[in-house]
C-alpha cells in the first residue's frame, strides 16, 4: 500500500506562486509514474501534469510554460511549482501515482483510473 500527502496549498494572488508537495509512503513510489491532477468547485477532476518513471513530464495545455512538475524518488516524494498563477486554478490538487502511460493520463480521472490518490490540497487564486 502507498499513502500520498500533499502539502504546499493556500490562497496566493493572482500572477504569484505555489510549490505543492507530495509525499508518499509504504511501498516505494519510484516503480510509478506520478502526477497531479485538480477539481474546481461544480467541476469534474482534470489531469494537471505528469512525470514518468525515467523523468519524462506531461502537462495539460492550460499550465504549459507556467506550472513545472518533478520528483525525488530519494525521498518518494513529486513537487508541483506552480507560477503566474490565475484564478481559474483554483482548485482542489491531488497527488497520484499510477503504472499507466501518462500520455493517456487526460482521460483517466476517475477513482479507481490510477493506483493511488491523495487527499488533496486546495489552492485558492484571488483576483
Known amino acids: 500500500q502507498v499513502q500520498l500527502v500533499e502539502s504546499g496549498g493556500g490562497l496566493v494572488q493572482a500572477g504569484g506562486s505555489l510549490r505543492l508537495s507530495c509525499a508518499a509512503s509504504?511501498?516505494?513510489?519510484?516503480?510509478?509514474?506520478m502526477g497531479w491532477f485538480r477539481q474546481a468547485p461544480g467541476k469534474e477532476r482534470e489531469f494537471v501534469t505528469a512525470?514518468?518513471?525515467?523523468?519524462?513530464?506531461y502537462y495539460a495545455d492550460f499550465v504549459k510554460g507556467r506550472f513545472t512538475i518533478s520528483r525525488d524518488n530519494g525521498k518518494n516524494s513529486v513537487y508541483l511549482q506552480m507560477n503566474s498563477l490565475k484564478p481559474e486554478d483554483t482548485a482542489v490538487y491531488y497527488c497520484?501515482?499510477?503504472?499507466?502511460?501518462?500520455?493517456?493520463?487526460?482521460?483517466?480521472?476517475?477513482?479507481?483510473?490510477?493506483?493511488?490518490w491523495g487527499k488533496g490540497t486546495l489552492v485558492t487564486v484571488s483576483t
Open positions: 497520484a501515482l499510477g503504472r499507466t502511460d501518462p500520455s493517456r493520463w487526460s482521460s483517466l480521472v476517475g477513482d479507481y483510473d490510477m493506483d493511488y
Open positions: 509504504g511501498r516505494t513510489s519510484s516503480s510509478y509514474n
Open positions: 512525470i514518468t518513471t525515467y523523468y519524462g513530464t
